[in-house]
């Protein structure tokens, strides 16, 4: 009956270091983000051109595919995903030239880039066309975020040296518990 309330007792012991010793959970936190300001922006009721100058920013895990899309007066003219050349980094928007069917002025055109990850924000670029200039250039960086799946918990290394020291002490006194037990019975 004492090795069944011992081992009870370890079990209690363990589990309830489980919960009162908790670990920090280590999660990488990922981005995209637009920077710098197009110098010229030119609009009409069906097309736009925008110059260089914008650049596309991310850290992202490796091969992650980017959704981009390209909105005129509320309508999605153009949408393409793509993968990214490295986990992180930045690349220039080398400028925007879009056709669509004619929108009656003015109205807002949006660039917009979404990882293809759960839980990733959007990262937008938009201006107002009111007549042949764009003006109200704005950049809406989504917040950084983390993939619920590559949250991995860990141990400081204070609780691990208490677990280990657990461990141990419990796994001795098991052993003591069986030798006298096993020098009893013979």
Avoid: H
Avoid at 27 to 33: G, I, K, P, R
Avoid at 53 to 77: F, R, Y
Avoid at 85 to 92: N, V
Wanted: hydrophobic residues 45%.
């Amino acid at each position: 009956m004492k090795k069944e309330a011992f081992a009870a007792a370890v079990l209690a012991l363990l589990f309830g270091s489980a919960l009162l010793l908790p670990g920090v959970c280590a999660a990488q936190t990922y981005s995209t983000s637009f920077t710098g300001v197009t110098p010229a922006i030119t609009c009409t009721n069906t097309n736009i051109t925008a110059g260089p100058g914008i650049d596309l920013n991310w850290n992202l895990p490796s091969g992650t595919q980017i959704v981009e899309l390209q909105i005129a007066g509320g309508s999605t003219v153009f949408e393409q995903s793509f993968p990214l050349p490295a986990p992180a980094g930045s690349e220039p928007f080398e400028g925007v030239s879009a056709t669509y069917a004619p929108i009656a002025f003015p109205y807002t055109f949006t660039i917009s880039v979404t990882p293809k990850l759960q839980g990733a924000t959007t990262s937008s670029i938009s201006f107002l066309c009111a007549s042949a200039a764009g003006t109200n250039f704005t950049i809406n960086n989504g917040a950084p975020f983390n993939l619920a799946s590559v949250i991995v918990p860990t141990l400081d290394r204070w609780t691990l040296l208490l677990l280990a020291i657990l461990v141990a002490v419990s796994t001795f006194a098991l052993f003591r518990i069986r030798s006298r037990d096993s020098r009893r019975s013979s």
